[in-house]
């Protein structure tokens, strides 16, 4: 079973790339020129957290929404570019209303990273998921949790029971 830091590495982009099926590295021409996924995704982080564009985020989430760019936003997340702002990636999550409910184990990968806020964010969007869910992914998304759960601080040990309790919640 890893340990809390060996989530770590998959945000490592040095080690890791990572890559969400149906997601494809160049997008359709936008006024002329090919838009790569990459320049979107900075262009989702920029706007989702640089201060200077708070008036756009709301705009911005709607249209993450409105143009099912869930994919897109879960990219963003796991692009090394977000690593200070990741927390405010995870919240967009539940702020545009999109339904992660098929990304599940990458929301319990994001609710047992080290920065308490990721965490946090991660378990607010779990709690807004529909399901339906598979009952053994359930069982062996608490069954690392609990095992995870053993070798932290009890600030966030209390923010993994909920977890635990929210996800044994899905399986009823």
Avoid at 29 to 35: N, P, Y
Avoid at 72 to 95: F, G, M, T, Y
Avoid at 115 to 121: G, K
């Amino acid at each position: 079973m890893e340990n809390n830091e060996d989530f770590k590495k998959y945000f490592d982009s040095k080690n890791y790339i990572t890559k969400i099926i149906g997601v494809e590295e160049e997008e359709k021409e936008e006024e002329g020129k090919l838009i790569k996924t990459e320049d979107k995704i900075s262009k989702i982080i920029n706007l989702l957290t640089d201060p200077a564009n708070k008036s756009f985020k709301e705009a911005t989430l709607l249209n993450l929404k409105k143009e099912k760019g869930g994919d897109l936003l879960l990219l963003a997340i796991a692009s090394p570019k977000a690593d200070k702002n990741r927390h405010q990636l995870v919240a967009a999550c539940w702020e545009s209303e999109i339904n992660f409910s098929k990304y599940l184990p990458f929301f319990i990968l994001l609710a047992l990273d080290a920065d308490y806020l990721v965490s946090l964010e991660a378990m607010t969007v779990m709690s807004t998921m529909e399901g339906p869910f598979e009952k053994d992914m359930l069982n062996n998304a608490i069954k690392k949790v609990k095992e995870v759960q053993k070798n932290i601080t009890s600030e966030k040990a209390v923010l993994l029971n909920d977890l635990v309790y929210t996800l044994e919640g899905f399986i009823e």
